[in-house]
């Protein structure tokens, strides 16, 4: 069955970058959108970044600038790449995929990655 896997998650030191991956394992058609969130303690999870077909892509103001979301469909595998973090930036963060396969077309969410940026 098709399962979502991320990665690349961990400590980081503001102002630094990381790349968050999201790999799809299982046979599948197309990745036909993509959407990464987060949820900080004590919040609701919030939309970060999203990729809707291969053209539409948007971003939450409070990482434009600094996140860009990126696919390797050969590979079956989304990105997340973030740069210059801050303090706010510490969360559980999420992909969340619409993926057609021989059965349907569904989203699937990842298990969730922590993220902490530290000072």
């Known amino acids: 069955q098709v399962q979502l896997v991320e990665s690349g998650g961990g400590l980081v030191q503001a102002g630094g970058s990381l790349r968050l991956s999201c790999a799809v394992s299982?046979?599948?058609?197309?990745?036909?959108?993509v959407g990464w969130y987060r949820q900080a303690p004590g919040k609701e999870r919030e939309h970060v970044a999203g990729?809707?077909?291969?053209?539409?892509?948007n971003y939450a103001n409070s990482v434009n600038g600094r996140f860009t979301i990126s696919a390797d469909y050969a590979q079956n595998t989304v990105y997340l790449q973030m740069n210059s973090l801050k303090l706010e930036d510490t969360a559980v963060y999420y992909c969340?995929?619409?993926?057609?396969?021989?059965?349907?077309?569904?989203?699937?969410w990842g298990q969730g990655t922590q993220v902490t940026v530290s000072s």
């Open positions: 969340n995929l619409l993926i057609k396969t021989s059965d349907a077309l569904r989203n699937y």
């Open positions: 990729m809707i077909g291969s053209s539409n892509l």
């Open positions: 299982g046979s599948i058609l197309s990745i036909n959108a």
